[in-house]
Structures are given as structure tokens and as C-alpha cells.
């Protein structure tokens, strides 16, 4: 059997040049106006973190990209598109993978039954045997139904899908969130390997302890609005300032 590290070597991405570039995006919910200006760009091949405390309007970040709020103003390009005008379900086929928070498993098909369902966005899709190598667990529920699996292995089945799917640029909510410490290792593990592919990953996390040593970029937001960004090299001398922007 193959190694992780050796599962799907043609999922390697050139790193450098921007996946994904937001500018001064407002983002409403009927009168709720909750994003006020975000700006960040992502370039191919990183992870980048979205922090803040609850209520930052860090999901409905990830959300706005999605074409998932009542309105949107602004700018966002992915892959050199411009898709502020685009359709929702058009979005996912510039190779975009969103796992949202509330994980999206559908209870009363089993494991394989929900990674065969997502259509392809792209080529260049994990097959079943590369996902099972990446996801023993998974392998070894494939016949259970999603009502009858833990938190951490319904999240696996989550982020796994959306790897059979092609998508190149990950959008992840609170994956870690009510997981043991051993799931969030595994988790944290596989967002590495994905990384080290040229992945381009965003993350949303609570667990900067998780989100941490995975990052090369950390945005803060605060009320609709990125306030500052550490990158990983400045990480070590800024953890004190990033705590107390936190709250920790």
C-alpha cells in the first residue's frame, strides 16, 4: 500500500502567484450588514488562517466567496476569475471545495455511498483506494450509515469528499471543533500533506493551537474586517499580541 506522502503525486500544484484575492467585499444577511471591507489574497499553495473571536465574520468569509449571503459587493477573484456576479453553482467548478461547519453528511447513505455522490469539478480527483489510504478509518466504515459515525470520522468523510470532487482550493470551517486531540493530530496530519501537494487551503479555526504549526499566513478578524496579518516567520514574536486579539 502506498504511503500518504505517495498518494496522488499529480495533485502537485507550481507554488507561487495568487489563488485567491479579495477586495473591499461587504457581505450581507437581509438588513445585516456583517462584512465591512474584507481584503486578503491567498497565493497557490498556501494555508492561511482566518481568526477571530465568535461573530468576527470569519464563516461568512468563507460563505461570501461561496455566494452564500443575502448580498455581496466588492471584488473576488479566484484563479483569475472574477466571481462576484457568479451563480452559486458555478462557483464549485473553478475547482473551489467548501466544508462547512455543520459538515453536511447525508445520514442515510453510508460512507462510500456519500464519497460517490459529489460530482467532478475538476480532473485530478482522489479515487477511493487514495482516500482510504489518507482515511484508514474511513476504509474501515465505508458500509456504515453517516447517523451511525463519531464526530471526528463524520468530518473525515467531510473533507474527504470534497478531495474526490478535484477542487484545488479548500475552503474548511471549524473542522476541529468538538473533536479529541487525536482526530485534530489526524486532521491536522492530512492538511499538511494536502499542502505539501500545492493544496491551496483556507482555514477557519477556534484551535489556534491546531491552526498554528499548519499556517504560513494568519488574518485576524475583528467586526467584519481584517485588522492584522502574522505571518508564520513572525508568529513566535507576535504570539502575545495574537492572544490578546484573540482573547486567549
Same mark, same amino acid.
Given at each position: 500500500?502506498?504511503?500518504?506522502?505517495?498518494?496522488?503525486?499529480?495533485? /502537485?500544484?507550481?507554488?507561487?502567484?495568487?489563488?485567491?484575492?479579495? /477586495?473591499?467585499?461587504?457581505?450581507?444577511?437581509?438588513?445585516?450588514?456583517?462584512?465591512?471591507?474584507?481584503?486578503?489574497?491567498?497565493?497557490?499553495?498556501?494555508?492561511?488562517?482566518?481568526?477571530?473571536?465568535?461573530?468576527?465574520?470569519?464563516?461568512?468569509?468563507?460563505?461570501?466567496?461561496?455566494?452564500?449571503?443575502?448580498?455581496?459587493?466588492?471584488?473576488?477573484?479566484?484563479?483569475?476569475?472574477?466571481?462576484?456576479?457568479?451563480?452559486?453553482? /458555478?462557483?464549485?467548478?473553478?475547482?473551489?471545495?467548501?466544508?462547512?461547519?455543520?459538515?453536511?453528511?447525508?445520514?442515510?447513505?453510508?460512507?462510500?455511498?456519500?464519497?460517490?455522490?459529489?460530482?467532478?469539478?475538476?480532473?485530478?480527483?482522489?479515487?477511493?483506494?487514495?482516500?482510504?489510504?489518507?482515511?484508514?478509518?474511513?476504509?474501515?466504515?465505508?458500509?456504515? !450509515?453517516?447517523?451511525?459515525?463519531?464526530?471526528?470520522? !463524520?468530518?473525515?468523510?467531510?473533507?474527504?469528499?470534497?478531495?474526490?470532487?478535484?477542487?484545488?482550493?479548500?475552503?474548511?470551517?471549524?473542522?476541529?471543533?468538538?473533536?479529541?486531540?487525536?482526530?485534530? !493530530?489526524?486532521?491536522?496530519?492530512?492538511?499538511?500533506?494536502?499542502?505539501? /501537494?500545492?493544496?491551496?487551503?483556507?482555514?477557519?479555526? !477556534?484551535?489556534?493551537?491546531?491552526?498554528?504549526?499548519?499556517?504560513?499566513?494568519?488574518?485576524?478578524?475583528?467586526?467584519?474586517?481584517?485588522?492584522?496579518?502574522?505571518?508564520?516567520?513572525?508568529?513566535?514574536?507576535?504570539?502575545?499580541?495574537?492572544?490578546?486579539?484573540?482573547?486567549?
Amino acid at each position: 500500500m502506498k504511503t500518504v506522502a505517495e498518494v496522488a503525486p499529480e495533485f /502537485r500544484d507550481s507554488l507561487g502567484g495568487e489563488m485567491l484575492r479579495i /477586495r473591499d467585499l461587504h457581505a450581507y444577511y437581509g438588513e445585516s450588514h456583517i462584512l465591512h471591507g474584507v481584503d486578503f489574497d491567498v497565493r497557490r499553495g498556501e494555508l492561511v488562517t482566518l481568526l477571530g473571536r465568535n461573530g468576527a465574520g470569519r464563516s461568512t468569509t468563507l460563505k461570501a466567496i461561496m455566494n452564500m449571503v443575502g448580498r455581496r459587493t466588492g471584488s473576488i477573484t479566484i484563479n483569475g476569475n472574477e466571481t462576484l456576479g457568479m451563480k452559486p453553482h /458555478r462557483i464549485p467548478r473553478l475547482g473551489i471545495g467548501y466544508c462547512p461547519e455543520e459538515r453536511g453528511i447525508f445520514a442515510s447513505l453510508d460512507v462510500e455511498e456519500n464519497l460517490l455522490l459529489p460530482p467532478t469539478v475538476r480532473s485530478g480527483g482522489m479515487s477511493l483506494d487514495e482516500i482510504y489510504t489518507m482515511f484508514p478509518n474511513l476504509y474501515e466504515r465505508r458500509r456504515s !450509515q453517516g447517523t451511525k459515525l463519531s464526530g471526528g470520522e !463524520q468530518q473525515m468523510l467531510a473533507l474527504a469528499r470534497i478531495l474526490r470532487t478535484g477542487a484545488r482550493l479548500l475552503l474548511l470551517d471549524e473542522i476541529t471543533e468538538g473533536l479529541a486531540p487525536v482526530i485534530n !493530530q489526524t486532521l491536522g496530519e492530512v492538511l499538511m500533506t494536502l499542502k505539501e /501537494r500545492g493544496m491551496t487551503i483556507v482555514l477557519v479555526e !477556534q484551535n489556534f493551537r491546531f491552526a498554528a504549526p499548519l499556517a504560513d499566513r494568519h488574518f485576524v478578524m475583528e467586526h467584519g474586517r481584517i485588522i492584522e496579518e502574522i505571518s508564520a516567520a513572525e508568529l513566535p514574536s507576535q504570539r502575545e499580541h495574537l492572544n490578546t486579539l484573540l482573547g486567549v
